[in-house]
Nanobody, 125 residues
């Protein structure tokens, strides 16, 4: 069993930066990929970014390309989401997720087995 604990959210102004962290505990994560999703009030949980653990290949939603960077630290079993040039529309609860199995669709939340508890990011204009 893998437990994911997300952190790093907060309240910032437009143009600021934040870094989210997601630590995997319970056992050494040796799965396929980890990702970040976000859910704004009244909206669906949408894909933000994903990273394949073995290759560090990364994937991003169009809305965050060029502003957000996903990375991972093998030794710490942790994935990060560096968010720069934040916009009010980035306001949401951010969830990290993990999957042990190959999937060609890392943007689909149904393909992830483990989920963190969510961390709130609020960007004021």
């Amino acid at each position: 069993q893998v437990r994911l604990v997300g952190s790093g959210g907060g309240v910032v102004q437009a143009g600021d930066s934040l870094r989210l962290s997601c630590a995997a505990s319970g056992r050494t994560f040796s799965g396929y990929a980890m990702g970040w999703f976000r859910q704004a009030p009244g909206k669906a949980r949408d894909f933000v970014a994903a990273i394949i653990w073995s290759s560090s290949s990364t994937y991003y939603a169009d809305s965050v390309k060029g502003r957000f960077t996903i990375s991972r630290d093998n030794a710490e079993n942790t994935v990060y989401l560096q968010m720069n040039s934040l916009k009010p529309e980035d306001t949401a609860v951010y969830y990290c997720a993990a999957t042990n199995y190959y999937t060609p669709n890392l943007n689909l939340r149904a393909h992830y087995t483990y989920w963190g508890q969510g961390t709130q990011v609020t960007v004021s204009s």
